[in-house]
């Protein structure tokens, strides 16, 4: 707030001769990002109408902080965290410190409304993108399943909104090198195309000392197509499919020697890797009458990926384990709302979906001379009807009140075999079936008061996440194979306001967390493996501030805090063992975030039309790693940098990463008595060149 104050100070106190490079008018522009629409709301409401709190991040903005897929915009965003460690396929998120490391997420993703309903899935390329919607807080009730913590809404460009074609090639340290292309079309006024591509090859971080190689090199293609048809005024039918095959070598875990207080080279005998290939489809329908809204949405999602993992990471040969798995999603959502500007709105909802879910895990453990085959095959469906009714100006002026209520049906079915062979002699151990059903109610309600700047509101939410099966759990304790679901209460308030005149946007949120049944990440008792359990009751509690100012004499300044505080209040392991009052592991206490741009308009150069300038601090931490909290990272932060040169539709990056290469541990773990880190991405630079048709 202050270097914001100084900024317009300083704007007002400069003379118009100290900016003669600039064709920044005198004139103080004001800031109207409440105004936004939120794609995410299923209602169509402005940021301001919202009873939540909501970040979103346009395409300008992940372009000035080199966003290249959802792990770049952690910490950007208050209490939003998703770690960037050991492959695409450990990819938790985390927001409010709900999320979960294994097993289907907390947090909900949304790509042009197709559901992702496998975290294995969140770690995509970004490309063709327009837009980034965060809400936080649970979504159950316009949501459902596994929205807990929120919802990541991610929108790409529409063809009729982008014209032309955009070419992009990037090159930096580490053997990384990416070309992107992208063309926009409407053939006429009702009928548009996209077609974008992407690729990708990095060369990887980490030296795997023991095999001569990095441990983390990437190789990703992306594609992306998007048909529009406006078959009416009234009617549109939009056909979106998005297709990803990436080649990953992964988890560059290096020992960890306590007694020097620092990491050993990564080290490990078998070559470990995370291959993917990920395809999505979209059909929506909509109509918008004089009083009706229908929206249509049927997706289709596959999954298919193989992971190779040397789980002692030793150079000895203990256990190695490969995972195959295949998912098929098919899901159908049908919205009917008001489109009118009465006081009363309401919006009625269906939802169903299919997942089919094929795992096989292969495990060789060195030591017994063992060999484990267990196969999964998961059948899950479900249902569920929703309502939101608002009330406008509700007993009095500017006072709205939302209601919804969803109810969530869902049953998963599992096929387990396991086959153990000892010395090359199999047997089967187990060929069971088993079923889990449940029914939940979300419920809902909000209060939206409008004020003269702003907003002030206060939301009490229900939200779950599904319970399931465990992949791996010890023979003798068959009753760690499943897992419950798990629900929270979130009560939060918060304010939206402009300041100053409206030079400065500020956004508040204060909130309260009761999580009960939480499902907690535990190694099996063997130290073969890990699972999903129940522990107990769990209370967050935190609050978020965001500020954003408008440009002032070229400058651009927001400012981003979060703050959670996240305590075990009943885990008892044993009569012996408990941690109450621990804080829970991989939560960040603190989630800070600067971002600073400058913009220079070069009048009468032949040269250049612009400078432009970008400064991003990120910091967070204490994070604790397990659940004694006797392991922790300390606060940390990194800054990256960006200058950009622009001429007419050419523009030149040069950029860094982790200037003052910052030493952190992005991730720590202990198996079979060995402690283990990842180490932060160390400083690396490079340049891109994008060029506009």
């Known amino acids: 707030m202050i270097v914001m104050l100084w900024l317009l100070i300083l704007c007002h106190s400069v003379s118009a001769q100290d900016f003669i490079v ?17 794609s995410a709301s299923k209602d169509n409401l402005t940021l301001k109408e919202m009873p939540a709190s909501i970040s979103f991040l346009t395409e300008k903005r992940l372009v000035q902080n080199q966003v290249l897929a959802l792990p770049d915009i952690s910490v950007t965003i208050p209490n939003f965290f998703m770690p960037d460690y050991g492959s695409k396929l450990t990819s938790p998120v985390y927001i409010r410190g709900i999320g979960s490391r294994i097993n289907a997420p907390s947090v909900g993703l949304y790509v042009d409304q197709v559901p992702y309903f496998e975290k294995a899935a969140f770690n995509f390329d970004f490309f063709d993108i327009e837009r980034i919607e965060i809400l936080r807080g649970p979504q159950g009730t316009l949501y459902g399943r596994n929205t807990m913590g929120g919802i990541v809404n991610i929108r790409t460009k529409s063809p009729f909104q982008h014209q032309g074609t955009d070419f992009r090639i990037s090159a930096g340290t580490y053997n990384a090198y990416q070309i992107s292309a992208n063309h926009y079309n409407d053939i006429n006024h009702k009928l548009g195309y996209s077609l974008s591509a992407n690729y990708i090859n990095h060369g990887g971080y980490y030296d795997n000392n023991y095999l001569g190689n990095k441990a983390d090199d990437l190789n990703s293609l992306g594609l992306r197509n998007k048909l529009i048809w406006k078959i009416t005024e009234k009617a549109t039918l939009k056909n979106i499919a998005s297709f990803e095959s990436s080649k990953q ?115 060789d453990i060195y030591t017994a001379n063992l060999k484990v085959i267990k196969q999964y095959d998961h059948t899950i469906y479900g249902g569920a009807i929703f309502h939101q009714s608002t009330f406008n100006d509700l007993l009095i002026n500017n ?22 062979s000892i010395g090359g002699n199999f047997n089967n151990i187990e060929d069971t079936s088993g079923t889990l059903e449940s029914f939940v109610v979300l419920p809902k309600v909000a209060f939206n008061y409008k004020t003269t700047n702003g907003n002030i509101y206060a939301t009490v939410a229900k939200g779950y996440k599904t319970g399931g099966f465990n992949s791996t759990f010890d023979d003798d304790r068959p009753q760690d194979r499943f897992f419950d679901p798990e629900y929270s ?68 300044l927001s400012v981003g805090y979060g703050y959670t505080h996240a305590t075990f209040i009943k885990y008892e392991v044993d009569e012996q063992k408990n941690y109450n009052g621990n804080f829970l592991p991989y939560i960040p206490s603190n989630t800070l975030s600067a971002q600073l741009n400058k913009t220079y308009h070069l009048k009468d150069s032949h040269w250049l039309d612009e400078i432009r300038l970008n400064l991003l601090y990120k910091g967070l931490g204490k994070i604790y790693w397990n659940e004694e909290n006797t392991a922790s990272q300390s606060f940390y932060s990194v800054i990256n940098t960006k200058l950009s040169l622009v001429k007419n539709n050419l523009v030149l990056d040069l950029w860094g990463r982790n200037m003052l290469n910052n030493d952190y541990h992005a991730f720590y773990f202990t198996v079979y008595n060995n402690d283990f880190v990842q180490t932060g991405r160390p400083v690396n630079f490079g340049i891109n060149l994008k060029i506009k048709f």
């Open 22 to 38: 600039l064709k920044d008018s005198t004139k103080i522009p004001q800031l109207e990002i409440s105004e936004a629409y939120i």
């Open 249 to 363: 070598g992964g988890y560059p875990y290096a020992q960890y020697d306590s007694l020097q207080a620092g990491s050993l080279p990564v080290s490990y005998n078998q070559p470990s890797s995370y291959n993917r290939k990920m395809f999505s489809d979209a059909l929506i329908f909509e109509y918008t009458g004089a009083n009706i809204n229908v929206v249509s949405t049927t997706s289709y999602q596959l999954l298919d990926d193989l992971q190779e993992i040397d789980q002692d990471f030793t150079a000895d040969s203990v256990l190695f384990a490969k995972q195959d798995q295949v998912q098929n999603l098919v899901s159908q959502e049908i919205i009917v709302r008001s489109s009118n500007q009465s006081k009363y709105k309401w919006l009625f909802g269906g939802y169903g979906f299919m997942q089919l879910f094929d795992k096989k895990v292969d495990v």
């Open 399 to 420: 006072l709205s009140v939302t209601a919804g209520l969803r109810l969530d049906l869902e049953n998963d079915t599992e096929d387990y075999l396991y086959d153990r």
């Open 489 to 556: 209460w979130n009560y939060e308030v918060g304010i939206k306001t402009a300041l100053l005149n409206k030079q400065i946007y500020a956004d508040m949120a204060l909130f309260y967390i009761d999580w009960d049944n939480q499902q907690i990440y535990q190694t099996n008792p063997s130290g073969y493996g890990s699972r999903l359990t129940n522990a107990g009751q769990t209370v967050s509690k935190g609050m978020e501030l965001s500020l954003q100012a408008v440009p002032v004499c070229g400058y651009n």
